[in-house]
Antibody
Framework: QVQLQQSGAELVKPGSSVKISCKASGYTFTSYDMHWIKQQPGNGLEWIGW????????KYNQKFNGKATLTADKSSSTAYMQLSSLTSEDSAVYFCARRQPLDYWGQGVMVTVSS | DIQMTQSPSFLSASVGERVTLSCKAS??????LDWYQQKLGEAPKLLIYNTNNLHTGIPSRFSGSGSGTDYTLTISSLQPEDVATYFCLQRNSWPRTFGSGTKLEIK
């Protein structure tokens, strides 16, 4: 069965970077795009961007240009998102989700930015 | 960016009641509209895609309709396990945008 297993919660300092992962199983990783979504407490959902692991192509929401960088490792069927120059506005739960429509989701990673 | 407006923000209904949730786009999204259910502490789950297609394993009491800018999610007979927040998502244009959600509770 399709599963997306995300890495654990992160507590990071303002100005730093963090890299979170999403390990896929149960399907051919290189055949489906992987999307990333942000959810702030009490707020709605924001689409960050996607990566096609087959060729590494990416597409970003302009709002996250320079903030998020998406990569994928075919050998381990793992997608990554690096968030840089972190501020309190980046504190949120981050989900990975497969393809469009977003049919399978990871469990989410809570990133807390605090000094 | 296309703005997605959901209404109501909060809905309380009785078990067995027919429930209708609304999602309005700021421009025509050509039926590229999906619905997600998010229970407390969980990831969202796909219910319906492309306006009216039920995702695998989703109970038939859920249905979707709409066109142009106006879309609806209907639960024909509300069950206790349907307590959740429901989000719509448009996939007609980049960036993809979500509605702010409707929180559904049992009366």
């Amino acid at each position: 069965q399709v599963q997306l297993q995300q890495s654990g919660a992160e507590l990071v300092k303002p100005g730093s970077s963090v890299k979170i992962s999403c390990k896929a199983s149960g399907y051919t990783f290189t055949s489906y795009d992987m999307h990333w979504i942000k959810q702030q407490p009490g707020n709605g959902l924001e689409w960050i961007g996607w990566i096609y692991p087959g060729n590494g192509n990416t597409k970003y929401n302009q709002k996250f240009n320079g903030k998020a960088t998406l990569t994928a490792d075919k050998s381990s069927s793992t997608a990554y998102m690096q968030l840089s120059s972190l501020t309190s506005e980046d504190s949120a739960v981050y989900f990975c989700a497969r393809r469009q429509p977003l049919d399978y989701w990871g469990q989410g990673v809570m990133v807390t930015v605090s000094s | 960016d296309i703005q997605m407006t959901q209404s109501p923000s909060f809905l309380s209904a009785s078990v067995g009641e027919r429930v209708t949730l609304s999602c309005k786009a700021s421009q025509n999204i050509n039926k590229y509209l999906d619905w997600y259910q998010q229970k407390l502490g969980e990831a969202p789950k796909l219910l319906i895609y492309n306006t009216n297609n039920l995702h695998t394993g989703i109970p038939s009491r859920f249905s979707g309709s709409g066109s142009g800018t106006d879309y609806t999610l209907t639960i024909s007979s509300l069950q206790p396990e349907d307590v959740a927040t429901y989000f719509c998502l448009q996939r007609n244009s980049w960036p993809r945008t979500f509605g702010s959600g409707t929180k559904l509770e049992i009366k």
